[in-house]
T-cell receptor, first 111, second 115 residues
Framework: EDQVTQSPEALRLQEGESSSLNCSYTVSGLRGLFWYRQDPGKGPEFLFTLYSAGEEKEKERLKATLTKKESFLHITAPKPEDSATYLCAVRGVQGAQKLVFGQGTRLTINP | DTEVTQTPKHLVMGMTNKKSLKCEQH?????MYWYKQKAKKPPELMFVYSYEKLSINESVPSRFSPECPNSSLLNLHLHALQPEDSALYLC??????????????FGPGTRLLVL
């Protein structure tokens, strides 16, 4: 069974304090690992898709990386507007029709 | 453009009411999804439509009835809901649910409160 575990559950940082969020996964043949950002009461906003180990993608202050067992979302010099819940999800070969989500990391950036 | 729209934004209904949630996308996607999300939890898949045909029903109670009138529209008909059905209902779409590489794009959601 495909599984995703995100850590930490919650993270509080000062503005400008860089850090990383972790997404550990077990999947029967990875067909994609997805990062989403979700603001309270709103739908998840797509950030990145990663397909193979060693792949990296960047967008503004965010950088996502992928290994065979985990993915990291690095946040460089965050701003208060980066505060949100960050969701990680995977698609595997056997469960190709479904996304399996982690529980999310609630990130708070204090000014 | 990766926009999925949902209406209404908010809905309050009694347990005897019948209401519908609507979702629309104009990205040419052929797979559309309904998710339910409770507070501080990840989205839970309810239904998947592929090429306007229901392909996945995650054992959802019959008081939720999905409909896909065409490739751009997805409805969720609600009847005789329970208070525990109160949640954020999310619609998503993707190019093709069986594509080797694909991404699901989510709408803003409908906040449902059942009294």
């Amino acid at each position: 069974e495909d599984q995703v575990t995100q850590s930490p559950e919650a993270l509080r940082l000062q503005e400008g304090e860089s850090s990383s969020l972790n997404c550990s996964y077990t999947v029967s043949g990875l067909r994609g690992l997805f990062w989403y950002r979700q603001d309270p009461g709103k739908g998840p906003e797509f950030l990145f898709t990663l397909y193979s180990a060693g792949e990296e993608k960047e967008k503004e202050r965010l950088k996502a990386t992928l290994t065979k067992k985990e993915s990291f979302l690095h946040i460089t010099a965050p701003k208060p507007e980066d505060s949100a819940t960050y969701l990680c999800a995977v698609r595997g070969v056997q469960g190709a029709q479904k996304l399996v989500f982690g529980q999310g990391t609630r990130l708070t950036i204090n000014p | 453009d990766t926009e999925v729209t949902q209406t209404p934004k908010h809905l309050v209904m009694g347990m005897t009411n019948k209401k519908s949630l609507k979702c629309e996308q104009h990205m040419g996607h052929r797979a559309m999804y309904w998710y339910k999300q409770k507070a501080k939890k990840p989205p839970e898949l309810m239904f998947v439509y592929s090429y306007e045909k229901l392909s996945i029903n995650e054992s959802v109670p019959s008081r939720f009835s999905p409909e896909c009138p065409n490739s751009s529209l997805l409805n969720l008909h609600l009847h005789a809901l329970q208070p525990e059905d109160s949640a954020l209902y999310l619609c998503a779409s993707s190019q093709d649910r069986l594509a080797i590489q694909e991404t699901q794009y989510f709408g803003p959601g409908t906040r449902l409160l059942v009294l």
